[in-house]
């Protein structure tokens, strides 16, 4: 396996959330704070990143491609991963640029990546365009790919350094591209974790069991699809009281599309859970810039 390259402050920490434990009934609860990643506003990718980041070097890339909607966290982290490794990056954004940039898209043009627009064009067909013409490193939608889930492999580690007694605990977590959640199975087992699924892709068990091929069933993993709503890119009303309510209990403030609905998915009691629960904040708050509405 690749030698990952550091780009991150490990390991991060896992807080107590008590006033949030006595709303939601929990014997305990805390939150494994992977916003605080350390690079670019911080959150999850950057353990991904350390894994493909690692092979564009060794396969002599000077420039990173990748896609995503126009508030990608994904985006963001790998044009910041970008600037520190000294690689040139380039982003393909999903439909027509926006009036002005606003929340991560304000910090892709900081980290000095290019963006390039899809409008009505498939992400992919841009994205296989731009690279053959620029002869460059195609990180996959999400950051997800079989190596990259050795990122959650280690975060899940490091839970189990942090919460020795950590058999008796479940690990909520959203489900967008698959790759942390299948990486958390792999280290912590599929009935200790669950995935919350944000609409990111269109078969989220067939994505997370494709990462654990024959490690896993599908049927045995544990995915929530009630806080899709209208769509992925959509702020629904239980979104926006799990934002709130976080925020109002423990001072933690979550992002609209990934961390809220797992958390409203929580707050919802839309899946079976134990008495101590571990939750899994995943980054994006420069996301809540991008929503006007909020």
Same mark, same amino acid.
């Given at each position: 396996?690749?030698?990952?390259?550091?780009?991150?402050?490990?390991?991060?920490?896992?807080?107590?959330?008590?006033?949030?434990?006595?709303? +939601?009934?929990?014997?305990?609860?805390?939150?494994?704070?992977?916003?605080?990643?350390?690079?670019?506003?911080?959150?999850?990718?950057?353990?991904?990143?350390?894994?493909?980041?690692?092979?564009?070097?060794? /396969?002599?890339?000077?420039?990173?491609?990748?896609?995503?909607?126009?508030?990608?966290? %994904?985006?963001? +982290?790998?044009?910041? *991963?970008?600037?520190?490794?000294?690689?040139?990056?380039?982003?393909?954004?999903?439909?027509?640029?926006?009036?002005?940039?606003?929340?991560?898209?304000?910090?892709?043009?900081?980290?000095?990546?290019?963006?390039?627009?899809?409008?009505?064009?498939?992400?992919?067909?841009?994205?296989?365009?731009?690279?053959?013409? !620029?002869?460059? $490193?195609?990180?996959?939608?999400?950051?997800?790919?079989?190596?990259?889930?050795?990122? $959650?492999?280690?975060? &899940?580690?490091?839970?189990?350094?942090?919460?020795?007694?950590?058999?008796?605990?479940?690990? #909520?977590? *959203?489900?967008?591209?698959?790759?942390?959640?299948? &990486? +958390?199975?792999?280290?912590?087992?599929?009935?200790?974790?669950?995935?919350?699924?944000?609409?990111?892709?269109? /078969?989220?068990?067939?994505?997370?069991?494709?990462?654990?091929?024959?490690? #896993?069933?599908? /049927?045995?993993? !544990?995915? /929530? &699809?009630?806080?899709?709503?209208?769509? $992925?890119?959509?702020?629904?009303?239980?979104? !926006?009281?799990?934002?709130?309510?976080?925020?109002?209990?423990?001072?933690?403030?979550?992002?609209?599309?990934?961390?809220?609905?797992?958390?409203? &998915? +929580?707050?919802?009691?839309?899946?079976? !859970?134990?008495?101590?629960?571990?939750?899994? %904040?995943?980054?994006?708050?420069?996301?809540?810039?991008? %929503?006007?509405?909020?």
């Amino acid at each position: 396996m690749i030698t990952p390259v550091p780009l991150g402050t490990w390991p991060t920490p896992l807080e107590a959330a008590p006033r949030l434990a006595a709303r +939601l009934g929990l014997a305990e609860l805390w939150f494994k704070r992977d916003d605080l990643t350390g690079l670019g506003g911080g959150g999850n990718k950057i353990r991904k990143l350390r894994y493909t980041c690692a092979q564009a070097i060794a /396969d002599g890339a000077t420039t990173l491609i990748t896609s995503g909607a126009p508030q990608s966290n %994904h985006a963001r +982290l790998t044009a910041a *991963a970008a600037a520190r490794l000294g690689l040139s990056c380039v982003l393909v954004l999903a439909g027509p640029p926006p009036e002005s940039p606003r929340g991560n898209l304000l910090l892709d043009g900081l980290a000095g990546a290019e963006i390039v627009w899809s409008g009505d064009r498939p992400l992919a067909e841009v994205v296989a365009a731009e690279a053959e013409r !620029r002869s460059a $490193y195609v990180i996959p939608f999400g950051g997800t790919a079989p190596a990259s889930v050795q990122g $959650y492999v280690e975060c &899940g580690r490091e839970l189990r350094a942090q919460l020795p007694d950590i058999d008796g605990v479940e690990v #909520v977590v *959203a489900l967008g591209s698959g790759g942390t959640m299948a &990486g +958390l199975v792999r280290e912590l087992g599929a009935q200790r974790v669950i995935g919350v699924d944000v609409g990111a892709v269109p /078969d989220p068990r067939a994505t997370v069991a494709g990462l654990l091929v024959g490690e #896993v069933e599908p /049927d045995a993993l !544990r995915i /929530d &699809g009630t806080q899709v709503g209208a769509g $992925y890119r959509t702020l629904t009303d239980a979104v !926006r009281t799990a934002l709130e309510v976080t925020a109002r209990t423990e001072g933690i403030f979550l992002d609209p599309t990934y961390t809220g609905r797992a958390m409203a &998915g +929580l707050l919802a009691g839309s899946f079976p !859970r134990g008495d101590r629960v571990v939750f899994l %904040h995943s980054g994006g708050l420069p996301g809540l810039f991008g %929503h006007p509405e909020l």
